[in-house]
């Protein structure tokens, strides 16, 4: 059954139509995303598939739900189209600009856009790297402050700063080759230097009094059991965060791309997706972790989906002591980066966060920042707001 043509299906069929080859899915892009990665955040095939999807209710795709790439032979960005929390109009997102010539490509874009009649309201540039922001800047672009995004998350999860993650510092490795918990080095990690190790020791302690239950992680295959399993983490994730109020921006359709959508390559090269499962003895088998990022360097991955169910009143009955079973997170990302280890990787960029409260979790994991920006077109008149 064909959806209801939506708002954002309008758009992208004039897009088509303007742009013609220049403009293709997400998901058809692999090779060209492949040739404009360089070690930052967002330009990989998951990474376009997170901040251009068109699943998120506020900017809905029925046609392109992975989102669209621009690539005109030599500048490629990915292509959004979304309304801010609370409003109407849609906005044109730019995404990750990359290649020689990229600002002028983005201003070209956005000016045969507009004379379409298309994106009269302000178009967001982001993830901009410091140095490409003041370029953008001097090109006639705007700060965030002149419009936004969100009044508490004004560059949304790029509002508190990307951290990346050093996994030379997190492990010790033995001389057999296997990667103990290490505490963090430095003096300005002193409060926290141990959570890690700590963390790892709780979870394991909660399993051993729960002997009857056992936690694995292994490869994400994207079959449709296994996007049941991942979709709902996700929810639950979001659902956990919006009782504790937590929720600025991003949705749990947000990552229903992530989810379904295979990208490019081989998992565990290309890629890293993993799921991971609480067993029951009596053979029941519970989702409780989800990850997706991908390789974007020889030794550099991105991460874009860090989710685990760490509520336990979520898995009510099913614990014998549920002391320590909040410290999965911690158990997961650590085990994780064990398994990237393992592939070559060396360092991982967990990305940006809306609130405090998230970027405080991932920078005493070891983080360290690594700011990227938001830059705006602003308003031709009698644009809507």
């Known amino acids: 059954m064909r959806l209801l043509a939506t708002e954002r299906d309008q758009f992208e069929d004039r897009i088509r139509g303007l742009f013609g080859s220049r403009i293709s899915p997400v998901e058809d892009s692999f090779d060209i995303i492949q040739k404009h990665k360089d070690g930052s955040f967002a330009m990989g095939h998951i990474g376009l598939m997170l901040y251009a999807n068109g699943y998120n209710l506020r900017g809905a795709s029925s046609k392109y739900p992975n989102g669209l790439v621009y690539h005109d032979g030599t500048n490629t960005f990915g292509v959004g189209y979304f309304s801010k929390e609370g409003h109407v109009a849609k906005h044109l997102h730019i995404v990750a600009p990359k290649g020689p010539d990229r600002i002028n490509a983005v201003r070209r874009f956005i000016s045969e856009t507009r004379e379409a009649g298309l994106a009269k309201a302000s178009v967001y540039i ?31 999860d790029e509002t508190y700063p990307n951290r990346v993650y050093d996994l030379h510092e997190l492990f010790e490795e033995l001389p057999d080759g296997t990667l103990r918990v290490a505490n963090l080095p430095g003096a300005d990690k002193r409060k926290y230097k141990s959570k890690n190790r700590l963390a790892y020791k709780r979870f394991e302690n909660f399993l051993d009094r729960n002997p009857h239950l056992k936690f694995t992680i292994a490869p994400y295959g994207y079959t449709e059991p296994e996007q049941e399993q991942a979709r709902s983490v996700v929810e639950s994730y979001f659902s956990a965060r919006r009782e504790q109020g937590t929720v600025v921006g991003s949705t749990p359709e947000d990552y229903y791309a992530v989810v379904r959508q295979k990208p490019g390559g081989e998992n565990d090269r290309d890629y890293f997706a993993y799921l991971g499962m609480i067993h029951a003895d009596n053979g029941e088998k519970y989702p409780a972790m989800f990850f997706a990022g991908e ?28 002391t320590g079973f909040t410290a999965i997170p911690q158990y997961a990302w650590l085990n994780v980066f064990r398994l990237m280890w393992a592939q070559g990787i060396r360092e991982v960029d967990a990305g940006g966060s809306e609130v405090k409260g998230l970027d405080d979790q991932k920078r005493q994991l070891g983080g360290k920042p690594e700011k990227t920006y938001w830059v705006v077109s602003e308003a031709t008149e009698n644009s809507a707001r």
């Open 295 to 322: 390789r974007v360097g020889e030794h550099r991955a991105a991460l874009y989906c860090t989710m685990t169910m760490r509520f336990p009143e979520r898995l009510y009955g099913l614990f014998k002591d549920t």
């Open 126 to 156: 982001r993830h901009l790297p410091p140095e490409d922001r003041e370029q953008f800047l001097a090109a006639g672009f705007t700060d965030i402050d002149a419009d936004p995004w969100h009044l508490g998350a004004p560059e949304e």
